[in-house]
Every structure is written in C-alpha cells, then in structure tokens.
Nanobody
Framework: QVQLVESGGGLVQAGGSLRLSCTAS????????MGWFRQVPGKEREFVGG???????IYGNSVRGRFTVSRDNAKNAVYLQMNSLKPEDTAVYYC?????????????????WGQGTQVTVSS
C-alpha cells in the first residue's frame, strides 16, 4: 500500500508563493511518475502538473509558467512550488501516484492519492 502525505498549504495573498510537499512510502518512489491535482467544490479534479521518473515535467495550461514541480528521490518527496498565486488558484491540492513512468493528465490514471491540503489565495 502506498501512502502519500501532503503538507504546506495555507492562506496567502494574491501574488504570493507557497510550496507544497508530498512524501511517499510503500513502494519504490523513484520508479514512477508523480502528479499534482487540485479541486474546488462542484468541479472535477484539475491536473496541475507532474514529473516523470526521469525528472521531466508537464503542466496544466492555467499554471504553466507560475508553478514548478520537482522531485527528490532520496527523500521520497515531490514538491509543487507555486508563484504569482491568484485567487482562482484556491483549491484543495492533491498529490497522486500513477503506475506509469510518465505523468498522465487524467485523474483516473492515478491509483494512489494523498489526503489533500487546502490552498487559499486572498485578493
């Protein structure tokens, strides 16, 4: 069983930054891709970004250029650095693990999920 634990959420003013962390346990972390999603009530989970086993990254259109995903295999951790935050970035953010080495953009392709961490951006 894989366990994912997010941390780092909170309240920030528009234009500010936050860094989310996700630590993983239960399988060989370095062998798989990792992804970040976010969700607001009443909407589907939105792909934010992901990092491949080799460290390549992809991003959703709404965050490209502002958010950065990275991983530290020695710490079994993946990070989401969020800069230039906007009120519309307010959501619960989840890290997730697929069974592939490249991060899918669809949430159904992820089999393990963290509990989520709230990010609130005030205007």
């Amino acid at each position: 069983q894989v366990q994912l634990v997010e941390s780092g959420g909170g309240l920030v003013q528009a234009g500010g930054s936050l860094r989310l962390s996700c630590t993983a346990s239960g399988r060989t972390f370095s062998s798989y891709a990792m992804g970040w999603f976010r969700q607001v009530p009443g909407k589907e989970r939105e792909f934010v970004g992901g990092v491949s086993r080799a460290g390549s990254t992809i991003y959703g259109n709404s965050v490209r250029g502002r958010f950065t995903v990275s991983r530290d295999n020695a710490k079994n951790a993946v990070y989401l650095q969020m800069n230039s935050l906007k009120p519309e970035d307010t959501a619960v953010y989840y890290c997730a693990a697929p069974t592939s080495t490249w991060p899918p953009t669809g949430s159904l392709e992820y089999i393990y999920w963290g509990q989520g961490t709230q990010v609130t951006v005030s205007s």
